[in-house]
């Protein structure tokens, strides 16, 4: 009779656990029903702060302005040309200027202070040779 009755109290428990589970369930679910139209109605004043058209717009022009300032950069990179330049050839000419120069020392036509000066363009030209060909 006891196991009887205590099989009774059991079932009437599990019965009653079952019953409060289900009604925290249900307030779980309401909470978060809540919690989630909530926030839903908060995004969607967010959202109506932003027009897409502007933000289209907006995308638009940026891809403009890239596409503008990547034009840009080919221009500022050509080289004028200078892939042209036979280095051989400008060598040889700085060469030819330096034997020229050397005869007119010889010849006594240039000054001492002509001779610097001289030097300083020979020198100039050098590096900017050298620039060209690195």
């Known amino acids: 009779m006891y196991e009887k009755q205590l099989t009774v109290l059991q079932s009437q428990q599990f019965n009653v656990d079952q019953v409060a589970f289900n009604s925290e369930s249900i307030q779980s679910n ?3 029903f809540s ?3 909530e926030a839903t ?20 022009n940026m891809a403009d302005m890239m596409a503008d300032q990547e034009e840009i ?12 330049i036979d280095e051989d050839e400008m060598l040889d000419e700085l060469n030819e200027l330096d034997e020229e120069l050397a005869m007119a020392e010889m010849d006594g036509d240039v000054s001492a202070g ?7 363009n020979n020198k100039e ?5 050298n620039d060209l060909m690195n």
Do not use: H, W
């Open 30 to 32: 309401i909470n978060m």
């Open 35 to 37: 919690a989630m139209k």
């Open 41 to 60: 109605d908060v995004q969607k004043v967010q959202m109506e702060k932003i027009n897409y058209n502007d933000l289209e717009d907006m995308y638009d």
């Open 73 to 84: 950069n080919e221009m500022m990179s050509r080289d004028f040309g200078m892939d042209e």
């Open 114 to 120: 002509g001779n610097k000066q001289a030097e300083k």
């Open 125 to 129: 030209e050098e590096d900017v040779l």
